[in-house]
C-alpha cells in the first residue's frame, strides 16, 4: 500500500441516532447547494437549518434506516434508507463537502445495499441529480439501472377542472383501491406512504364518474402520484393550490405529461435519474416519482 493511500483515515460507518441530525443537516444543505450551483441550479434545501429538520425526522422514524459516517472522529457524511414498502428507496445521502476521494459515498451505499440483502427486499431504488456525474457513476458501479429521466416542475399551476373528473382528498376508505391501481401500474402497492400522506393531510384521489383512477401522497417533493391515465394525473396536478418542496418530479418520456405541466405554467427546475436495482416493471399507467422513487 502507497503512503498516500494509507494516510486516508478509515471510514466508519453506524447506526444515526436523532441528535445526529444537528451535524449531518447543515452537511446535507452544504452538500447540495455545492453541487446544485456548481451547475447553475437551485439547492434543493432552503436552509440548513431545514437540512436538520427533515433529517431530525427521518433518523427519529422506525420506517427508515439511516447511517452516519465517521473519519477522524468526525461525522462527514449521511443515508437513508424507506423501509414503507416493498421497495426500498435510498435517499438523501450527502457527503461532507470538505471530504473528497475518501470512499465515504460508497462506504455509506454498501452500508444501505447489505442491509437491502440482509432483509431480502425485492428491489432497491434511488433518484439522483441527473448533472452528478460522480454519483450516477458510483451507483451504476454498484448494480443500478438507469430507468426513467426526470424533471422536477415547480409554480402555480393555472386551475383547471375536467368534465366528469373530480378531486379531493383521501379517506381510508380509498385505501384499498389506492393499492389495487398502485399494484397495477407499478407492480407494488406503496400503502405505507400513502398512510403517512393521508395523516398529513396530503394524500388526494381522483374521481372519474365516481370510479377512483388516481392518487397522491402528496403533490410535493417526498409524495408520488398514480393514475391510469395522463389526463387523470394532469387533473389531479390542475387542482393544486401549491407543491412542496422544489417540486414534483415528472417523468419526461411521458411528453404528455411534461407538456401538459407546462401548459400549466408549471417551469422545469433541474434534470433527475431514476435508477433501480432488482424487481422493477415498466409503469403500466401515468405517475409522478417522489425523491425516494
Known amino acids: 500500500m502507497s503512503e498516500r493511500a494509507s494516510s486516508k483515515p478509515a471510514v466508519k460507518i453506524r447506526r444515526a441516532v436523532p441528535d445526529d441530525a444537528e451535524v449531518c443537516g447543515p452537511i446535507c444543505y452544504e452538500a447540495f447547494r455545492t453541487i446544485n450551483e456548481a451547475h447553475g441550479f437551485p439547492p434543493d434545501l432552503p436552509s440548513a437549518e431545514r437540512g436538520v429538520g427533515l433529517l431530525k425526522w427521518l433518523f427519529s422514524s422506525p420506517e427508515f434506516y439511516c447511517v452516519v459516517a465517521e473519519a477522524d472522529g468526525k461525522i462527514v457524511g449521511s443515508n437513508c434508507m424507506d423501509e414503507r414498502g416493498l421497495i426500498a428507496g435510498i435517499g438523501p445521502i450527502t457527503i461532507d463537502p470538505k471530504t473528497q476521494n475518501r470512499g465515504v459515498g460508497r462506504a455509506l451505499m454498501v452500508a444501505t445495499m447489505d442491509r437491502c440483502r440482509e432483509r431480502g427486499v425485492a428491489g432497491v431504488r434511488l433518484v439522483q441529480a441527473a448533472f452528478h456525474g460522480r454519483s450516477m457513476s458510483l451507483y451504476s458501479k454498484l448494480g443500478f439501472v ?111 405529461l411534461f407538456n401538459g405541466c407546462l401548459e400549466m405554467g408549471l417551469k422545469f427546475v433541474e434534470p433527475m435519474t431514476l435508477m433501480t436495482v432488482g424487481l422493477y416493471n415498466e409503469p403500466a399507467g401515468a405517475y409522478l416519482a417522489s425523491i425516494l422513487f
Open 146 to 256: 438507469i430507468r426513467e429521466p426526470l424533471a422536477v416542475m415547480q409554480g402555480n399551476p393555472a386551475k383547471s377542472r375536467s368534465d366528469g373528473v373530480d378531486v379531493r382528498a383521501a379517506t381510508d376508505a380509498d385505501v384499498e383501491a389506492c393499492n389495487a391501481l398502485c399494484v397495477r401500474v407499478h407492480g407494488h402497492d406503496r400503502s405505507g406512504e400513502l398512510k403517512d400522506g393521508m395523516e398529513h393531510g396530503m394524500a388526494k384521489v381522483v374521481l372519474r364518474g365516481g370510479r377512483l383512477v388516481g392518487y397522491t401522497s402528496g403533490l410535493a417533493f417526498f409524495g408520488h402520484s398514480v393514475a391510469e391515465t395522463t389526463g387523470d394525473l394532469l387533473a389531479m396536478i390542475g387542482s393544486a393550490e401549491q407543491f412542496g418542496g422544489p417540486g414534483i418530479l415528472v417523468p419526461t418520456r411521458n411528453h404528455e
